[in-house]
């Protein structure tokens, strides 16, 4: 008898397109995801943030464009499978006075959904993050119809990393879609607390987590069934403490990082103090370390304060001199010739002994999930560091996402 053999081809790896690459915190989150992928191109108009990218990746083919100049042809020429995308976020902030579609800070985007809505081979897949308040806007409804109009179905979630067992608040936006026939593995059901549409994105991290942790075969707990629409949630992770993604910062590089007496006078009663046991601390923006209030917490470095007593005593301490070394302060001052008067911060003195400093930029990059093989190339000021991580994702968020919308029930 003649004995046919059947070689069964592997299946060829997602050809994926990062657009407003940022530092690359796509391709790590990609990576880390496990899936059988390869970033053909990324796009990204900001030099810094080039640079960073092309210092981690030098073999991806990164352009330094503006993504308005972008054309059809560009990318179907890229023959994408996924596109991974981050828009400007600032036209959906309070502090961008959340200006939407006016905010010509989205006009990049309105140009590439023209672009998609162009184009013959549109991607598989897409991934979409954005911040808390994306959900409600008309940039958001345009998106959502341009989707339908391609044969798009999509999901769209409301994540913070706290949820993933990671110290670190972010709640983020996510839009995942895929172009028909593909399905997704989850049925998210319709509910008046969480309800699939404009302003009521999925909030259920454990569904997500528990189906991402069966594809990447990380335990029994929502394990993907193929037969079933549904999945039971994954138990939550408990967050670790700080401490996990703490630095050894030495002692002549700890002065770059203390919080300065000019900001703990003014500011001390208003920032987020956590200590290395502390298992939370906020949001990260791009304005860490250069506004006191609202950019992220700043950590109680001193090993002799310990408890939240000791922290207590010195912010008594704190106020308990501070009126008084006002007065005294404005006598001196007044006493002095213009040339001769000094900053004077009354009674932060008293908090010198909790050692009050930033996150350093690789604690940050930590806490986002960054693997330790991420690094700044030589030259990238202190400041952009805070800027561009303040701009980025959380890698492991990111990655269970991808694990989730990768993955095809049979």
């Not at 911040?131 to 341009?146: D, I, L, M, P, W």
């Not at 950019?295 to 008594?316: E, I, K, W």
């Not at 690094?375 to 492991?396: D, H």
């Amino acid at each position: 008898h003649d004995v046919h053999l059947i070689i069964m081809a592997e299946p060829p790896s997602l050809r994926v397109v990062e657009l407003y690459a940022g530092i690359g915190g796509f391709h790590f989150a990609l990576i880390e995801s496990g899936a059988k992928a390869e970033v053909v191109g990324s796009i990204d108009i900001n030099t810094t943030s080039t640079q960073v990218y092309r210092h981690n990746f030098p073999g991806t083919r990164h352009l330094n464009w503006n993504i308005c100049g972008v054309t059809i042809g560009d990318l179907e020429a890229l023959g994408a499978d996924c596109f991974l995308l981050s828009p400007p976020c600032q036209p959906f902030t309070r502090q961008g006075l959340r200006r939407d579609s006016r905010d010509h800070r989205t006009d990049s985007f309105f140009h590439l959904m023209h672009a998609l809505q162009g184009m013959k081979s549109p991607p598989s897949y897409i991934l979409l993050e954005n911040v808390q308040g994306f959900e409600n806007s008309a940039t958001r409804g345009e998106f959502a119809q341009v989707l339908k109009n391609k044969g798009y179905t999509f999901q769209e979630f409301l994540f913070s990393p706290v949820q993933f067992g990671i110290p670190n608040s972010r709640l983020r936006y996510f839009l995942l879609a895929k172009r028909t026939p593909l399905k997704f593995g989850l049925q998210i059901q319709r509910s008046s607390t969480n309800e699939q549409g404009p302003g009521h994105p999925c909030r259920d991290a454990g569904m997500v987590t528990g189906y991402a942790r069966g594809v990447l075969g990380c335990g029994p707990a929502g394990a993907v069934d193929s037969n079933t629409s549904s999945l039971e949630a994954a138990h939550p992770v408990p967050p670790k403490p700080l401490s996990a993604y703490l630095e050894e910062i030495p002692a002549e590089e700890l002065e770059h990082y203390l919080v300065s007496d000019k900001v703990l006078e003014r500011y001390a009663m208003a920032l987020d103090i956590v200590r290395p046991g502390s298992t939370h601390s906020c949001c990260f923006t791009r304005g860490y370390s250069h506004y006191a209030v609202g950019t992220g917490s700043v950590l109680q470095h001193a090993a002799t304060a310990t408890t939240r007593g000791d922290m207590d005593r010195a912010f008594v301490e704190y106020l308990n001199v501070r009126d008084q070394e006002r007065e005294e302060a404005k006598v001196k001052a007044r006493a002095l010739s213009s040339d001769q008067r000094v900053c004077v911060a009354p009674g932060a003195a008293a908090l010198h002994r909790l050692q009050l400093r930033y996150f350093s930029p690789r604690e940050m990059a930590n806490l986002l999930c960054f693997p330790p093989r991420f690094s700044f190339p030589a030259g990238t000021s202190l400041k952009q560091r805070y800027r561009l991580l303040g701009n980025s994702i959380n890698v492991s968020l990111v990655s269970m996402l991808m694990a989730y919308l990768f993955h095809n029930p049979s």
